[in-house]
């Protein structure tokens, strides 16, 4: 199975969209759903998600150059 640009460009979409919406809920409703800048906040304190950040920072950039 090969995959062609318009697949890259829904799922980069979907993310989108996905981050958008949560954006929007967190902004409405701030008790139930956290801020995407608390969640990486959080996400870059902790030692072993810290590196899971940063691998994942890394190959999505490293893919979006590849393109």
Request: net charge positive; charged share 15%; glycine share 8%.
């Amino acid at each position: 199975m090969t995959t062609t640009a318009a697949d890259t460009y829904l799922v980069w979409g979907l993310l989108a969209a996905a981050g958008v919406a949560v954006a929007a809920l967190s902004g409405r409703r701030p008790d139930a759903v956290a801020r995407p800048a608390r969640v990486v906040e959080r996400l870059a304190t902790g030692p072993f998600l810290r590196v899971a950040l940063l691998l994942g920072l890394m190959w999505t950039g490293w893919h979006l150059f590849a393109r």
